[in-house]
């Protein structure tokens, strides 16, 4: 089955630095990658995604980047804010079974101000 | 705007009791997933639900039942609540298509054991 793996497992930067999150996906028949943001005490929000026929999507501060030959994927955050302090969560899934998600470990974001 | 509902945001049981955890969307989704989150390992897929009536296993089913008798209603039951299911529950669903579409968490309920 498919196994994720993502990395930092904790993030430190100053406000208006770049973070960048890396997750590795192993089976290569997964053509879907969102990206879910939990703030303390809220649910996961879906922020980003890509599917596998596009290998990079931007939405303002956020940018997704994928490597299917790499089997790899990551989050860019640019001019990071104090309110981009959450766990963030990769995901990788393939459509035929049934839009199952399987998760990264999560990745705690601090932003300084 | 899609609505996923869990029953409870906290909730204490006791060793050996039967526990019922809901979940009801408002979107007329097909497909309904249940996840527990523990710190370090990130959500981990206990069972989904494809339509009604219909459930699958995920990857930690062990201890853990489903129900879903109506399309906007999932139940996740624990037979015999142990300590080591202390843990957040997620709900989630998502609409079937062609194409993987996203998938909508309720708010979670923190469940403990003792």
């Known amino acids: 089955g498919e196994n994720v793996e993502q990395h930092p497992s904790t993030l430190s930067v100053q406000e208006g630095d770049s973070a960048v999150i890396k997750c590795t996906y192993s089976d290569s028949a997964s053509n879907y990658f969102p990206w879910y943001k939990q703030e303390l005490g809220k649910r996961p929000q879906l922020i980003i995604d890509i599917r596998s026929n596009v290998g990079e999507k931007k939405d303002q501060r956020i940018a997704v980047t994928l490597n299917k030959t790499a089997k790899h994927f990551s989050l860019h955050i640019t001019e990071t804010q104090p309110e981009d302090s959450a766990v963030y969560f990769c995901?990788?899934?393939?459509?035929?079974?049934?839009?199952?998600?399987?998760f990264g470990t999560g990745t705690r974001l601090l932003v300084s101000p | 705007d899609v609505k996923v509902t869990q029953s409870s945001r906290y909730l204490v049981k006791r060793t050996g009791e039967k526990v019922f955890l809901e979940c009801v969307q408002d979107m007329d989704h097909e497909n309904m997933f249940w996840y527990r989150q523990d710190p370090g390992l990130g959500l981990r897929l206990i069972y989904f639900?494809?339509?009604?009536?219909?459930?699958e296993k995920g990857d930690i089913p062990e201890g853990y039942s489903v129900s879903r008798e109506k399309k906007e209603r999932f139940s996740l039951i624990l037979e015999s609540a142990s300590t080591n299911q202390t843990s957040m529950y997620l709900c989630a669903s998502t609409r079937l298509g062609q194409d993987n579409q996203p998938q909508h968490f309720g708010d979670g309920t923190r469940l403990s054991i003792l």
């Open positions: 639900s494809y339509d009604v009536k219909m459930k």
């Open positions: 995901a990788a899934s393939n459509h035929t079974g049934f839009q199952k998600l399987v």
